[in-house]
């Protein structure tokens, strides 16, 4: 089985700080691990993956995220917040085996204060 | 350009009434899923179908039915049976491990 665990539900930054939205995940499997974002009422767009290659990875619009296999996590940070960043954001688990495609956190929002 | 089709983008239903969602890819996919969002709740599982005329349960099926005719098309119905039908669903489909999304229908009981 697998799980993913988004630590905060809602985050606030201040335009020009830094983002760093949290994840911890749980998986029988070696994973793979993404991290989605959703503006309102819109699809989810992907903005990195990580497939077992580099661990340090790096997405679009600045984001870039770490898989650290011993602490169980893949955090999203981005140096600096722009104000069009603020959105949901989606850490998803896939165990390969297709059946169940992925599996969701629960989303963290992301607010972005001028 | 290939993607993801999702209609109507809005859908109202009344009590009692069958609807069907449409899903449309083409880029190809043999697997294709549909999510139900919810405030605060993520992305839940309704069913997914990894080849055609081939479908499976997902964690939240009860009252919604889907069909997989051609590889391109993955129609999702929710019927009558689901009492709580308000939400946002999302269609997905994947060719190998990233999940490609369609920009989502919001149905809402009336």
């Known amino acids: 089985a697998q799980s993913v665990t988004q630590l905060d539900s809602h985050v606030s930054v201040s335009e020009g700080t830094p983002v760093l939205l949290r994840c911890n995940y749980s998986?029988?499997?070696?994973?793979?691990l993404f991290w989605y974002v959703q503006h309102p009422n819109k699809g989810l767009q992907l903005l990195l993956k990580y497939t077992s290659a580099a661990t340090l990875v790096k997405g679009i619009n600045g984001f870039e995220a770490e898989f650290k296999k011993s602490e169980t996590s893949f955090h999203l940070t981005k140096p600096s917040a722009h104000m069009s960043d603020a959105a949901e954001y989606f850490c998803?688990?896939?165990?390969?085996?297709?059946?169940?495609?992925?599996?969701f956190g629960s989303g963290t929002r992301l607010q972005v204060q001028p | 350009d290939g993607g993801i089709t999702q209609s109507p983008k809005y859908l109202f239903r009344k009590e009692g009434q069958n609807v069907t969602l449409s899903c449309e890819q083409n880029?190809?996919?043999?697997?294709m899923y549909w999510y139900r969002q919810d405030p605060g709740q993520g992305l839940r599982l309704i069913y997914y179908s990894q080849i055609v005329n081939d479908f499976q349960k997902g964690d939240i099926a009860e009252g919604y039915s889907v069909s997989r005719e051609k590889k391109e098309s993955f129609p999702l119905t929710v019927t009558s049976a689901q009492k709580n039908p308000t939400a946002f669903y999302l269609c997905a489909s994947t060719g190998g491990t990233e999940a490609f999304f369609g920009q989502g229908t919001r149905l809402t009981v009336v």
């Open positions: 880029l190809n996919h043999d697997a």
């Open positions: 998803v688990v896939s165990d390969h085996t297709g059946r169940r495609a992925l599996t």
């Open positions: 998986s029988s499997y070696s994973p793979s």
